[in-house]
């Protein structure tokens, strides 16, 4: 084809790219330039800020530690926690009233305590953005916050964060559910500890307390055992929940294995305060304490019913109906045990389902009189 055949086949621009200007602005080069100039120093405006952000901004919520901050008034109805001298050694001391539940110490030699600030639920979310709404589904009531700077290297620094969760059933829940994949959490003294290369997160009563360090190294494991031996000595504790008498207890499983969920457990609606553990096969146990062996019963059938739509019947046996996920083909059931509702879940198959609840309700039909509320 010819280019002037070509060119006239265009149907809306017959002359290509040719242009019609004999000749460009200066002025429009000019603002051009100018404009180019102004988007760079913006770049570099943000670049230079994103490098020295203000510290305030990283702090947010109340400071606690000015002069004119007001009395922390959260803990007004629990033991005021003890406190470790300045570094860990030296007599108890009180805590000053506006540090929360924040013993004084945290800093281990060689390192240094930021300012200590403090979010409420109707601040929360300028500190943890995104990640609210799970706390709060756990019961949150108040997070505390600090930073521990390396006094040779501010660059190496410590993040603490104590959550008041209310209860400490909900303070294990909200551990459980970002519980670190390295390392073991260890029953102590009316709470958990749990370790995990560069961070700490400790339960103690009603607190949920979690610290992530900026680097792993020996210095970091050091001041996260001191912090960790302070919080132990300071918050105020109380014993582990009955679900912990249950399953580490009665049933010898890892700390690790235990989780609470306060409401909608296994997506059902009806399923609330359920404690579970996880088995070594993958499967689920769980146990929810009633009110009345009735009220377990109802709850059994509709657990049982919650099952079967998702799966079909699977037989009966030990009084219980099994339910076969028609998805992923593991076998689910539930039934009552005295004032109990106990379950299993994701069992591979109905024998070591039925093995498994078998223990469970032995266990539970073992604990002493007034254990769970």
């Excluded at 404690?275 to 689920?284: C, K, P, Q």
């Amino acid at each position: 084809m010819s280019r002037a055949a070509a060119r006239e086949d265009r149907v809306l621009v017959r002359d290509g790219r040719k242009h019609h200007r004999p000749r460009y602005s200066q002025a429009e080069f000019r603002i051009g330039l100018a404009v180019l100039g102004v988007l760079a120093a913006i770049v570099g405006w943000v670049a230079w800020e994103g490098a020295h952000p203000d510290p305030s901004l990283l702090l947010g919520g109340q400071d606690l530690t000015a002069a004119d901050a007001p009395a922390v008034t959260a803990l007004d109805d629990r033991a005021a926690p003890a406190a470790s001298g300045a570094g860990g050694g030296g007599e108890p001391a009180s805590a000053p009233a506006n540090r929360g539940p924040f013993p004084a110490g945290l800093a281990a030699d060689g390192w240094t305590e930021g300012t200590i600030s403090s979010f409420g639920t109707d601040n929360l979310y300028e500190k943890i953005n995104g990640r609210e709404g799970y706390y709060k589904s756990y019961g949150f009531e108040r997070l505390w916050f600090v930073s521990l700077e390396r006094t040779d290297d501010p660059a190496v620094f410590v993040d603490v964060e104590a959550y008041d969760m209310g209860t400490a059933s909900n303070a294990l829940g909200a551990y459980a559910g970002e519980r670190p994949t390295g390392g073991d959490p260890q029953v102590v003294d009316q709470g958990l500890t749990h370790f995990d290369r560069n961070a700490l997160c400790v339960t103690r009563g009603p607190f949920y307390v979690r610290a992530i360090g900026s680097e792993e190294s020996d210095r970091m494991r050091a001041q996260l055992e001191h912090l960790a031996d302070v919080l132990g000595a300071g918050l105020p504790g109380e014993p582990l929940p009955w679900n912990f008498a249950l399953f580490v207890g009665e049933l010898g499983l890892e700390p690790g294995t235990v989780s609470y969920t306060p409401e909608n457990a296994f997506s059902f609606g009806f399923a609330k305060e359920v404690h579970s553990a996880t088995l070594a096969d993958e499967s689920e146990i769980f146990v929810i304490a009633q009110s009345s062996p009735e009220a377990a019963a109802e709850l059994a059938r509709s657990f049982t019913e919650g099952f079967l739509e998702y799966g079909s019947e699977a037989g009966q046996a030990a009084g219980v109906q099994w339910v076969e996920d028609r998805y992923i083909r593991t076998v689910a059931g539930a039934k009552s045990a005295g004032s109990f509702t106990v379950g299993v879940r994701g069992a591979p198959d109905a024998a070591a389902a039925e093995a498994a609840l078998t223990r469970l309700e032995a266990a539970v039909l073992n604990l002493p009189e007034g254990t769970a509320p």
